[in-house]
C-alpha cells in the first residue's frame, strides 16, 4: 500500500494562506459554523465533532462570508468519489442515507459533508465552498497535487456543483478571488437536477418523519397519544424556525437549552413554547383572528397535557423539541421555498390524526404530480385568483401558488414590479378552507413555509360557514375574486363531494375554469342533483379516468378529474374531450418502511404523459393527430346530455361489434393453425402406438 502523504500536502495547502487568517483542524472559526459542526452527525456517522483541516472565510465584494472546507488526502486515487448518473460527489447510498464510507475516504466528499453540516445545521449561512486537496507520489518519486472546488447552496437545494480544477490553492486570496465569484454568479441547477433534488429531498424528510413517528410510538422517553402528534410537531416546528427580516433574526429560534424543566405555570417548557409560536405568528404578520385560533388549538398539547412536566429534570417537549431541531427543522430553513416539504410531511403525519369518521371523510394527500397537473389544467398564471373548499394540506393552493410565480418571472422585466406581485399572489390570491383542526394547522404551516401564503386559510366548513369574502386581514368582508377552483372533496359528502363544487361554482362570478379529483362515479349518476344543475351554469371541457391505485394504501376508489369552464352554460353541442388517464406512466407499491422513491417510480413516461394530458385539454388532439403520442387508443371527443349521468369515459367509449374481412381472415387463420397442430398431435401418437407394439 502507497505511503500517505497527507501531512506534507496538508502543510503545502496551508502555504497559501499565508498572508490570512485561516483556521487550523481544532481551531473555532465562530460559534455559529462550530455549533453546526458540532451537531452533524461526523463523517463517519457517529455523533462526535467534525474536524475539516483547514477553514477560511472568504469575504465578497459585497462584504458578506463564504465559508470554505478544504479537507486533505494523501494518497493516489483518494481525490473525488462521484455519482456514475449524475457527476455528483456520491455521499448517498442508494437508500438516500449519509455514504459515510466516501464520505472519510475522499476529500471532496467529506468537504462536502462540512458543507452541508453549516447549511443545514447553520442559521445564516446560505453559501458554502467544498474543496478537496489530494497529493501522492509517483513511481518515479514526483509529487501530484490536485485540487476540485465545489459549490453548495441553499438556492441549488444543497446539490454540489463542480466550480473547477485547480493547480494551487490561489485561487482563494483575496486578490485572485474576483475571478471564482464570477464562476459561482453563473452556477445554477437545470429543471432535471431540480426535480431530482426535491424528490431525495421530500424522501430524506420524510424517512426522517417516520424514524419520529415511531420514536413517539415506541420510546418510554416518549409514549405520546396519536391525536397529540399534529399539533406538537406542527407547534415545534413554528417554534424552531424564526422570523428573518434583513438577514437578522426578529424572532430566534428556540434553543434546546431554554426548555430547563421548570415547574411553575407561567415559565414551565410548555408555556415557554407557547410564547415563542405566538412570537413567531404575529412577525410573521398573521391576522389576529387565525393566530388566536392557532394559539388555542396548540394550547391543549403545550399547556394542558402534562407533557410539559418534568421527569428528572427533563419534560417530554424537551427531548422531542431536540430530536426536531436535530433531525427536521435544518429541512425547513433558508431559501427552499420552492419545494412543499410539507406535502410530504402531511403524508406521514395524515396517519397519525385520528379523524371523525375517517373512512368516510377520506382525509388523503393529493400526489404533488396530480395538484400541479390540475393547476395546470385550469391554465393557472399570475392573475389567477384560486380557491379550494376542502384544502387538506394546502397542496392545490401550493402547486397554483408555483405556476403562478413562474408566470410573473417570466412575465415582468421590474425586479420591484416582480416582487410586488409575487407578494400580492401569497397575500392575497389564495384562499383555502379547511374544517378539520389538525389538516388545518398543517396547512398554515405549508403556507408559512413557502414564504408565506397563509394568510387566506381559514378554518372552518365550507359548506356552512363560508360565504366567498375574505375572513381576515384588510379586506375582511369583501369579496374573493376567485377565478380557478381547484378541489378534491371527501367522497362521504353530498353527491359523492359534488356538493362543494356546485357552492364554490356559484360564488364565482368572474368566470375562470375548474378542475375536480372526485369518484368517477359521481359523473355517472351518484353525483346528482349536483352534476344536473352545474351544467345549468358551466361547461364540462374534459373527463379524465384516473389510475385505480392513485391513492394505493390510502383508498382504492376509482377516481376522474372533471374540467370545467365557469359561468358559461353547457350546450349539447359543446364537444368534451374524454380520457383514459388509468396508465400514467407510474408504478405504484404500499411498503409502509419504504419512501415515495420507492414506492411511486416513473417507469412508463410518467412525466411525458401528464404533459400531453394537458395539451390534450388544452388543444384537443390536433388536426393530424399530433397531439397523441401515449395516448393514442385512449383519447375521445364527444358530446353530453344536460342530465348530469354520463359524463365518464366508458360511457362515450366506442367497442366495435360489426366483423370485418380481417376478422373473418384471422380467424380462418387460427382455425387452420389449430387443425395443422392437431393432425401433427395425432400422428405422433399413432407413431409412438406402433413402435410399442
Known amino acids: 500500500m502507497a505511503r500517505s502523504i497527507e501531512e506534507r500536502i496538508e502543510d503545502w495547502a496551508k502555504g497559501y494562506f499565508a498572508q490570512c487568517s485561516y483556521f487550523t483542524k481544532n481551531a473555532p472559526i465562530n460559534p455559529e459554523i462550530d455549533e453546526a459542526l458540532k451537531k452533524a452527525p461526523s463523517k463517519t456517522g457517529g455523533s462526535g465533532n467534525n474536524y475539516p483541516d483547514i477553514k477560511y472565510l472568504l469575504q465578497t465584494p459585497q462584504g458578506k462570508y463564504i465559508p470554505v472546507m478544504i479537507e486533505v488526502k494523501g494518497t493516489k486515487g483518494a481525490l473525488v468519489k462521484l455519482n456514475a448518473d449524475s457527476n455528483t460527489p456520491d ?43 489530494n497529493g501522492y507520489e509517483t513511481a518515479t518519486g514526483e509529487t501530484v497535487k490536485e485540487i476540485s472546488v465545489w459549490y453548495i447552496s441553499k438556492e441549488n ?38 426535480e431530482q433534488e426535491k424528490a431525495k429531498l421530500e424522501d430524506d424528510i420524510e424517512r426522517r418523519l417516520k424514524n419520529l413517528n415511531q420514536k413517539m410510538e415506541d420510546d418510554v422517553n416518549y409514549k ?26 426578529k424572532v430566534k429560534p428556540l434553543q434546546v437549552e431554554e426548555l430547563q424543566g421548570n415547574m411553575d405555570e407561567d415559565n414551565n417548557d410548555g408555556s415557554v413554547i407557547m410564547r415563542k409560536i405566538k412570537s413567531y405568528l404575529r412577525y410573521k404578520k398573521l391576522p389576529k383572528e387565525k393566530i388566536d385560533m392557532i394559539l388555542n388549538i396548540l394550547s391543549v398539547v403545550f399547556e394542558h397535557s402534562h407533557l410539559e412536566e418534568p421527569k428528572n429534570g427533563e419534560s417530554k417537549l424537551r427531548t422531542l423539541y431536540a430530536d426536531i431541531q436535530a433531525e427536521i427543522i435544518p429541512f425547513l430553513t433558508g431559501e427552499l421555498h420552492n419545494i412543499d416539504f410539507t406535502g410530504r410531511l402531511f403524508n406521514v403525519l395524515n396517519a397519525w390524526v385520528s379523524v371523525p369518521d375517517g373512512a368516510e371523510n377520506d382525509v388523503v394527500l393529493t400526489p404533488r404530480f396530480v395538484t400541479e397537473l390540475m393547476a395546470r389544467l385550469c391554465q393557472v398564471n399570475k392573475d389567477s385568483y384560486v380557491w379550494d373548499f376542502a384544502t387538506g394540506s394546502a397542496g392545490f ?39 378539520l383542526a389538525d389538516i388545518y394547522l398543517l396547512a398554515v404551516l405549508n403556507m408559512i413555509l413557502m414564504k408565506d401564503g397563509s394568510a387566506n386559510i381559514i378554518h372552518g366548513d365550507s359548506l356552512v360557514d363560508f360565504n366567498g369574502n375574505y375572513e381576515q386581514g384588510d379586506k375582511k368582508g369583501t369579496e374573493f375574486p376567485a377565478n380557478v377552483f381547484l378541489l378534491n372533496p371527501p367522497y362521504s359528502a353530498e353527491g359523492k363531494g359534488f356538493v362543494f363544487v356546485e357552492r364554490a361554482l356559484k360564488m364565482m362570478h368572474h368566470g375562470g375554469r375548474a378542475a375536480v379529483l372526485i369518484q368517477e362515479n359521481a359523473g355517472s349518476s351518484q353525483g346528482l342533483p349536483y352534476t344536473r344543475n352545474i351544467l345549468q351554469n358551466n361547461t364540462l371541457l374534459a373527463s379524465i379516468k384516473m389510475p385505480i391505485d392513485l ?32 396508465e400514467d406512466g407510474y408504478s405504484r407499491m404500499n411498503r409502509r418502511h419504504s419512501s415515495q422513491s420507492v414506492n411511486l417510480r416513473d417507469t412508463n413516461n410518467a412525466q411525458e404523459r401528464y404533459a400531453e394530458v394537458a395539451t390534450l385539454v388544452k388543444y384537443g388532439k390536433g388536426v393530424t393527430d399530433e397531439n397523441l403520442h401515449y395516448l393514442q387508443d385512449c383519447y375521445i371527443e364527444d358530446y353530453i346530455t344536460l342530465d348530469g349521468n354520463d359524463w365518464t369515459y366508458s360511457q362515450h367509449r366506442k367497442i366495435n361489434t360489426n ?14 393453425a389449430w387443425r395443422v397442430s392437431e393432425i401433427i398431435k395425432h400422428e405422433d401418437g399413432l407413431g409412438k402406438s406402433e413402435a410399442l407394439a
Open 91 to 133: 455521499n448517498l447510498t442508494k437508500k438516500n442515507e449519509p455514504n459515510y464510507a466516501n464520505i472519510a475516504k475522499f476529500a471532496v466528499n467529506g468537504a462536502v459533508h462540512y458543507a452541508n453540516a453549516i447549511l443545514k445545521y447553520g442559521k445564516t449561512y446560505n453559501e458554502v465552498l467544498a474543496v478537496g486537496v
Open 157 to 194: 437545494l444543497f446539490i454540489p456543483k463542480e466550480v473547477g480544477s485547480y493547480e494551487d490553492l490561489s485561487f482563494l486570496q483575496p486578490q485572485h478571488a474576483q475571478q471564482l465569484f464570477d464562476k459561482i454568479a453563473h452556477i445554477g441547477l437545470t429543471e432535471e437536477e431540480i
Open 224 to 249: 405520546i397519544v396519536v391525536n397529540q402528534r399534529v399539533q406538537l410537531v406542527t407547534g415545534l416546528i413554528m417554534a424552531g424556525l424564526g422570523v428573518k427580516e434583513d438577514g437578522e433574526f
Open 397 to 435: 393552493l401550493i402547486s397554483a401558488m408555483h405556476q403562478m410565480i413562474a408566470d410573473a418571472n417570466a412575465t415582468i422585466e421590474s425586479p420591484q414590479e416582480r416582487q410586488r406581485k409575487i407578494n400580492h399572489i401569497k397575500m392575497e390570491q389564495l384562499l383555502g378552507i379547511e374544517k
Open 551 to 582: 391513492f394505493i394504501g390510502k383508498s382504492s376508489v376509482q377516481t376522474a378529474i372533471y374540467v370545467f369552464e365557469v359561468g358559461r352554460p353547457h350546450n349539447t353541442q359543446d364537444v368534451v374531450k374524454f380520457i383514459d388517464f388509468t
Open 659 to 672: 366483423p370485418t374481412m380481417q376478422d373473418f381472415g384471422k380467424v380462418v387463420k387460427d382455425y387452420l
